[in-house]
């Protein structure tokens, strides 16, 4: 392999330079007291000074706090008696004297009484009075309107609820339903008492009324810590307890070698999954590309060899219903194939420019080339040239990403800037580097983008609005050829990249730990592709003419060491 500094045909290598975030539990608007005021088990203060006032290991949880919040959920789930009785042992009322009071005219309909209440229970805002008087008076209009009292509701409008609102149109909105009665219906049954006491208790601090649903948010945000923070975490959300702290072990990272694909006669350059992680297509320095296809069993076999193309192939992309492939030749054309049968559809090309990178508008109906001469072009299928952007767009060395909604075009358009182009708008926004950029890669949810550079670091990039910094990821050595990584496992969880040093680097993708580097190619690791469809699964391209199926130990016992098909099967070694 030569270097940057070598003198070898382009078509040997692509090289780069160096410079270069209460109703009542059955949801009914009953006259039934609401958690707190049990008329079997009303709550009792009782004296307890010898009590600690925090529980807990650490001393951060307030004892008061998490009684009346462990008493919510119990109302919340249905058991009231429980409920009660936590109070009442406790001496912790869920609400004051004064909330109860005032739910219980909520839901009792004593509207003008409520708002009474609403003015006694300690509230400082002033806002928070008046929006939450707005929404009880409002629902007083409504039950006024369903109840036939025009004229009640019209002075209730007038009088009391228009001086609470700043909204115009709001209160036009409402004027409307006193000579319309089709709307004030389908409002009206948006709403019940209960419902209001929901909307009231978002809006009210949460010290005075507690929220609904509290402890199961406060669970479920643990979890979501514990998993977050685990930096092997690429099983199941349904594998997560609540018996015990979570934590992984290595074993659910593909660390170990299941399978060496030796089909092709030189460099692997490019590997990529199918979106629905049944195929595997590869691109070579020796001209073709290979479909390969994951078995029941978890092996992949060759199911095509994609031959015709003049000069070295170096990369491919899938359609969305993964029907269809396309593959890019350097610098010459692209080529697209029918999956199934393995047939040439159709070949691109343009005269005066070769193709230099592809991709698929989402919809399948079109697709997207860089070219040499800098520019982009989108083609019909039946290869009709549909739109063309001109100007430095794209360089000869390129990746090119469309995002899910066809909007921007994402093109490596300088050696250290990375285009984002509206293609509707025509808005330009950009990424700048103070390196070389090599290659780059968009997460699954269209929210990142992955960067390789030239000085051997990976960076991760927020895109959504001005595009942020937020990750980097060190250790991989790459000095002469451009090297590849990617999103995957879990959630797309990990970060996995080649290597010139013939490993794979998988990195923790939101603390930037370093978990696992695979050694066992011989060569320079090209590029990585991480099985979308299943997270224990992760591909490798190298120099040394394989592709590497990398795995988690308990998949190895459905392999045996044999060798089929240019396809050699390993029992965990390397």
């Known amino acids: 392999m030569g270097g940057v500094e070598d003198e070898e045909p382009a078509l040997k290598r692509m090289k780069l330079s160096s410079k270069g975030l209460v109703g009542l539990s059955n949801g009914s608007s009953s006259i039934e007291p609401v958690g707190g005021l049990s008329r079997d088990f009303m709550a009792r203060p009782l004296s307890s000074p010898s009590d600690e006032q925090v529980v807990g290991s650490k001393g951060v949880i307030k004892r008061e706090e998490f009684v009346r919040i462990i008493a919510k959920a119990l109302y919340s789930l249905g058991y009231r008696k429980s409920g009660a009785h936590l109070e009442e042992e406790s001496g912790i009322p869920l609400h004051s004297s004064g909330v109860n009071l005032f739910m219980q005219q909520i839901l009792d309909g004593n509207w003008d009484d409520s708002v009474a209440t609403l003015h006694k229970i300690g509230l400082i805002d002033e806002s928070i009075v008046k929006s939450a008087s707005f929404l009880i008076l409002e629902q007083k209009f409504f039950e006024l309107l369903n109840g036939e009292k025009v004229m009640e509701a019209l002075k209730t409008l007038r009088i009391e609820v228009a001086p609470l609102c700043n909204n115009s149109s709001r209160i036009r909105e409402l004027s409307s339903c006193v000579v319309s009665p089709s709307p004030r219906q389908d409002i009206l049954r948006v709403r019940s008492r209960s419902k209001l006491l929901e909307e009231l208790q978002k809006l009210l601090p949460s010290t005075v009324m507690i929220p609904e649903n509290r402890l199961e948010h406060l669970v479920e945000q643990a979890l979501i810590l514990q998993r977050e923070a685990c930096p092997f975490h690429n099983s199941l959300d349904r594998e ?43 691109a070579s320095n020796d001209r073709t590309a290979i479909i390969w296809e994951v078995g029941i069993n978890g092996g992949l ?7 015709g193309h003049q000069k070295p192939v170096s990369s491919v992309s899938w359609s969305s219903n993964d029907q269809e492939l396309l593959t ?50 989108m083609w019909e299928l039946d290869g009709k040239e549909v739109e063309s952007w001109k100007g430095q767009k794209t360089l000869k060395i ?24 509206n293609r509707e708008t025509k808005g330009e926004r950009f990424i700048e580097e103070y390196q070389t950029i090599t290659s780059f890669s968009l997460s699954k ?41 990617c999103f995957g496992g879990l959630k797309q969880a990990f970060i996995a990249s080649g290597s010139e040093d013939s490993q794979v680097y998988i990195w923790h993708r939101s603390s930037g730990e370093l978990i696992e580097a695979l050694p066992g190619h011989s060569g320079a690791v090209n590029c990585v592709s991480w099985n979308p469809a299943n997270p224990h699964m992760l591909a490798s391209a190298s120099d040394d003419r394989t592709i590497r199926i990398w795995g988690v130990n308990c998949l190895n016992k459905k392999y045996q060491n044999v060798h089929s098909n240019g396809i050699h099967y390993c029992n965990g070694g390397t």
């Not at 076999?301 to 031959?307: G, I």
């Not at 550079?453 to 000095?479: C, D, F, M, T």
């Open 445 to 485: 949810d269209n929210k990142f983008l992955l960067v390789n550079l030239l000085n051997q670091e990976i960076h991760l990039w927020n895109i959504e609005g001005n595009p942020k910094l937020v990750g980097k990821y060190k250790s991989h050595r790459r000095a002469r050829f451009i090297i590849r990584s």
């Open 240 to 282: 997560m307890s609540l018996y015990s702290d979570h934590h992984c072990g290595k074993d659910q990272i593909p660390s170990r070698t299941l399978q060496i694909l030796e089909a092709h006669d030189d460099d692997v350059w490019f590997v990529q999954f199918s979106h629905n992680g049944k195929y595997l297509a590869s």
């Open 328 to 377: 890019c030749g350097v610098e010459e054309v692209i080529r697209r194939w029918d999956v199934s049968t393995g047939q040439c559809l159709n070949i691109y090309e343009k005269a005066g420019a070769g193709l230099v990178s592809c991709t698929w508008f989402p919809s399948g109906k079109y697709i997207l080339s860089g070219l040499s001469d800098k520019s982009i072009c």
């Open 301 to 307: 076999s060759v199911k095509h060899r994609l031959s």
């Open 398 to 421: 390129s990746d090119l990403e469309i995002t899910g909604d066809g909007k921007e075009i994402l093109s490596i358009c300088k050696t250290n800037a990375i285009l984002l182009f």
